[in-house]
C-alpha cells in the first residue's frame, strides 16, 4: 500500500470545507434566508369548523346584529327553524348578559370558538390564566367557565351534531369552492417571506356561514411550534348551482391571515405609539367608529393589516387592483396606508439587515410619530393628504 502526503492544496480545500460545515458565521441563524421566509411548505385547511358555527348560533339566537346577516339565506332559515325551541336557554341568556356587562361580540366569540378543543368538550386548550397569546380579555376566566358549562348543555339538548350532519351537503359544497379559490388564487407563501418564519403555522380557512360581512383573523398560539392560523370568512351570495361565490374575497383573506401576524409585533409596539395613536384617530373617528373600531388601538391594528395587505398586491396582483385597495381604505378612514406600503420599500430592499417585519416596525414607529404628527393636527390637512 502506497501512502501519499497531501498536497497543500488538497489541505487548504479540506479546511475551507470543515470551516464551512462548523462556523456559525457563514450560514447565521438568522440572516438572508430566513428574512425571506424558506422553508417548509405552507399547510392550509379549509373547513366549517363547528366551534365556529356554534358560537354563531348562540349569538345568533341572542339577537346579535353582527350574527344576524347571514347572506346564506337557506341555511339561516334552517338555523332559525331548528333552534328556535331553544331561544330562551340558559346559554342564550349568558350570552345577552356578558354582551350587555363585557360588550362580548363581534370578533369575541370567534376568538373564544378557536381557543377550544372540540365541540364535545369545549374545553379551553390551554390555561386561562394568564390569558394565553391571542386570547381577548372580554372573556375573564370565570365568565369563560360559566358560559362554556352551559354552551355544553346547550350542544347536548340541541343535538347540536345533528343539525351539522343534516348539512354537510351544504359544507362539503362551500369547502370545495373555498379552498379552490385560495389554491388558485393565494400566496400563502408570500406570509412567511414578508414576515419572516417565526414559526410554520397552519393556515385555517374557515367559512362563516352565519357572519355574512364579518370576517375575523384569531390565532392559536399552541407554544410548541403547531400554531393556528385562522380566516373566519363571512360567506357570500350562491351562484345557481348552490356553490358560493369567493373569487372577489383574495383581499379579505389576505387581510385576516395578516393579522395573526401584525397584531402581536403592533401590540409590543403599542406604548410607542400612544401619543400619535389618537391624534390619528380623531382625525377618522367618525367614520372607523361607524365600523365597529371604537378605540385608537383598533385603528392602529387595521392600519398596519390593511398595509400590509397593500404590500401583498403589490407582490402577487396588478397594479390596478393595488390601487383600488388604497382607494377602498382611504374611503373606509384609513389615510395612512399608502404612505406606510411606501416606506415598507426600504423593508423589503434591505432584508439583510431587517430579519423580520418586527425588526423592522421601530422605522414604521419613527414614521408615524414625525409624519403624523405634521399632518394629522387638523382634519382638513388629513383630508387634503388623503386626495379626498
Known sequence: MISRKPSSGSLLLLLIFVFLSISPEVFPAKGKAQAKGKGPKPILQVGVDPRVELMCVLFRLAGNPEYNHGRVESYAADVDRYFAPYKNHPAVKRVIQL???????????????????????????????????GWDLRWSPRDTEEFLELARDFVRKTRFQRFMRQHKDLYDRTEDELRDVIKRNVRLDWFGRFFGPASTPRFKAVPGLLTGPLNIGPRFISGSGRDEFY?????????????????????????????????????????????????????????????????????????IVRTCVVRYLRDCETPGQVRQEIDRQRNFGFLWVESLADVLDQYEAQRNRYIDFESFFPRIVDYLNKTALKTGNTKKAMMENSNE
Open 231 to 303: 380566516c373566519i370568512l363571512g360567506v357570500p351570495d350562491f351562484r345557481e348551482q348552490g356553490v358560493a361565490r369567493f373569487a372577489d374575497k383574495i383581499p379579505i383573506l389576505v387581510h385576516e391571515f395578516c393579522h395573526s401576524y401584525a397584531n402581536p409585533v403592533v401590540e409590543r409596539h403599542m406604548n410607542e405609539l400612544k401619543e400619535i395613536g389618537p391624534l390619528m384617530f380623531e382625525q377618522v373617528k367618525d367614520r372607523l367608529e361607524r365600523q365597529g373600531y371604537g378605540r385608537w388601538q383598533s385603528m392602529m391594528y387595521e392600519t
Open 99 to 133: 354582551r350587555n356587562s363585557r360588550h362580548v361580540g363581534y370578533d369575541a366569540p370567534m376568538i373564544l370558538a378557536v381557543q377550544l378543543d372540540d365541540i364535545d368538550t369545549l374545553r379551553p386548550r390551554l390555561p386561562m390564566i394568564p390569558p394565553p397569546p
